[in-house]
């Protein structure tokens, strides 16, 4: 995101603006950029919807979500300042006469603000309506200008490799890649961009960032929520598409990634298109052991009843979904060969937490009495990515005292104390990377495909052989058996977050990682 730079006019076009992404993320993210006044004067959002809403109501709609979700709160002031830049068109997008009203819309706009505005297309729809939008668009010509219009792309982006195959080959055709902005909120969010920060603007790490002092990376993305009201789309998909094929892999990209020479949004990418490439593919018969599944049955969450899966609404009685995923990778270059990466996500997990571990090796040589090491841990640095957000390092040092003792202590740094101020969603920072013309933290068409390349076996193998044993893990546990074993069989174990206890009281997360 570019400091202190306000977008030009913007209309900003909602396809499926009545759904739950917009009320729950877009909306909320635009109404508190426009707080900040990061929004440009002249701004425009038409949300578009095959319901008949009145502008009102579908103002009074939105209004709700944002009092409920924007990071800024909402004030009847500033609501309505807000909400005239609001507008709803009723769109039935299989018609084609509807793009011609859009496009009639935006040049009467820009006529009336005598500017040629930004023209963003945010396509937040069932999979199988991006492509169909993205030819009506192009058929009225509203793709054309390559500096000013734009899509938005929100995943899934395929369901394999072969259809986010044919669904860039589409959109290439129709709209320049440099027009396409493919989604991953992850990327948006504080901490994961603070990854390329701490490695690459200091010197003290990036020397140690390699297989000579890494013993392996863990990466866990954990929620407590089930699939609430998503099971429609959430039992198409499972853990693996929904969360490692973008999110989980793309933490790993930033955290693998070589040095960039610049920051411009090619070389990042191609930076971390180099990391996907490197991954050692994984042959069908090595899907046993690098790969585990899992699906939640009944149990507890903060101490309340929960169902199993096979009973959430739209999800089939015998679905074979897995809502629990991990996996192990490794990446088969110089700075990373034999380190591994263990990826691993989950829905009705104990908290919501997401954190990235670098366990560091032991040192070579301990020349302390086995009395005065009996408490050391080898170095640990944590990327804290929510919901606490900021990093943590583990050494060692001396308990204080007449004897040598090492102990394990905990150098921290937290956002909201170290900058007073809280991070913006990561929803405002990708509209507002959007609406400047910054696709740095966006997909480009090679990396959704080297990330589905990626896990092609294990989903050709899971979508063949239905589980025996699901429901495998009780709601509010950590998943199933066998992902511990994943890590065992190498000597290792999960990590417990280290915020799962800490939420208001940080002397007991210090703990919690000092031990582990
Ligand atoms: C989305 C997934 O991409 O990310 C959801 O589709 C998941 O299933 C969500 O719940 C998690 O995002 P966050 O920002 O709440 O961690």
């Given at each position: ?32 950029m426009?707080?900040?006044?990061w ?27 944002v ?6 709160t909402?004030?009847e002031?500033d ?11 009723t ?9 011609v ?17 930004n023209h ?11 492509e169909?939008?993205?030819r009506?668009?192009?058929r ?27 669904l860039n ?18 990327l ?17 790490f990036?020397p140690?960032?390699n ?5 392996h ?14 099971g ?25 990634m070589?040095?960039?020479?610049s920051?411009s949004a ?8 180099d ?18 599944r ?11 009843p929960?169902?199993p ?5 739209n999800?089939?009685p ?5 809502t ?20 691993r ?8 937490i997401?954190?990235v571990?670098?366990?560091f ?7 302390f ?7 050391a ?17 583990r ?6 005292g ?10 921290q740094?937290f ?6 101020s ?7 920072t ?9 696709a740095?933290?966006?997909?480009r ?41 994943l ?6 174990n ?7 206890q ?15």
């Amino acid at each position: 995101m570019e400091a202190n730079t306000r977008p030009e006019p913007t209309v900003f076009v909602i396809f499926g603006a009545a759904g739950d992404l917009s009320w729950h993320k877009l909306i909320p993210a635009l109404y508190s950029m426009f707080v900040d006044h990061w929004l440009p004067e002249k701004f425009l959002i038409i949300g578009t919807g095959h319901r008949r809403l009145q502008e009102d109501e579908f103002r009074s709609h939105l209004k709700a979500g944002v009092e409920k979700y924007a990071r800024r709160t909402m004030t009847e002031e500033d609501w309505s300042r807000f909400a005239v830049h609001l507008s709803f068109m009723t769109a039935d997008l299989e018609k084609p006469e509807v793009f011609v009203e859009l496009a009639r819309k935006l040049a009467d706009q820009d006529r009336e603000w005598n500017a040629r505005a930004n023209h963003i297309f945010y396509l937040g729809l069932p999979p199988g309506m991006v492509e169909p939008v993205a030819r009506e668009l192009a058929r009225v010509k509203i793709n054309l200008d390559r500096q000013r219009s734009r899509i938005v792309v929100e995943k899934p982006f395929g369901r394999d490799l072969d259809s986010a195959r044919a669904l860039n080959r589409s959109l290439t055709d129709l709209f320049h890649e440099s027009q396409i902005y493919r989604i991953d909120h992850y990327l948006g969010k504080e901490t994961v961009q603070n990854i390329m920060a701490f490695r690459f603007a200091n010197t003290l790490f990036e020397p140690v960032w390699n297989r000579n002092y890494i013993d392996h990376v863990q990466i866990t993305v954990a929620e407590s929520e089930g699939v609430g009201n998503r099971g429609h789309y959430y039992d198409q998909s499972g853990a693996l598409r929904d969360m490692i094929q973008n999110h989980l892999l793309q933490i790993l990209c930033l955290i693998a990634m070589e040095p960039p020479v610049s920051f411009s949004a090619d070389e990042i990418r191609n930076r971390k298109v180099d990391v996907l490439h490197a991954i050692r593919p994984i042959t069908p018969g090595m899907v046993q052991t690098c790969a585990v599944r899992g699906q939640y049955g009944a149990g507890w969450i903060e101490s309340q009843p929960v169902d199993p899966y096979r009973v959430e609404s739209n999800v089939a009685p015998d679905s074979a979904t897995e809502t629990f995923a991990a996996v192990k990778l490794l990446v088969d270059n110089w700075r990373w060969q034999g380190v591994p990466f263990y990826l691993r996500t989950g829905k009705r997990l104990p908290a919501k937490i997401s954190e990235v571990s670098i366990q560091f090796r032991p040192v070579p040589h301990q020349p302390f009495p086995a009395t005065a090491v009996m408490e050391a841990r080898p170095n640990r640095l944590l990327f804290a990515i929510q919901p606490e957000e900021g990093l943590l390092l583990r050494f060692e040092a001396k308990y204080p005292g007449p004897t040598m003792r090492l102990s394990p202590v905990i150098m921290q740094f937290f956002y909201r104390e170290a900058f007073k101020s809280t991070p913006p969603e990561a929803y405002e920072t990708l509209l507002l990377d959007v609406m400047l013309g910054d696709a740095t933290l966006f997909m480009r068409a090679d990396q959704t495909e080297a990330a589905w390349e990626v896990l092609a076996p294990i989903l050709s193998l899971w979508g063949t052989g239905q589980p025996t044993d699901f429901p495998n893990y009780q709601a509010g546990t950590w998943g199933p058996e066998a992902a511990e074993t994943l890590l065992a069989q190498d000597g290792r174990n999960w990590i417990m977050p280290t915020f799962l206890q800490c939420q208001e009281d940080t002397a007991v997360c210090r703990v919690t990682m000092v031990q582990t």
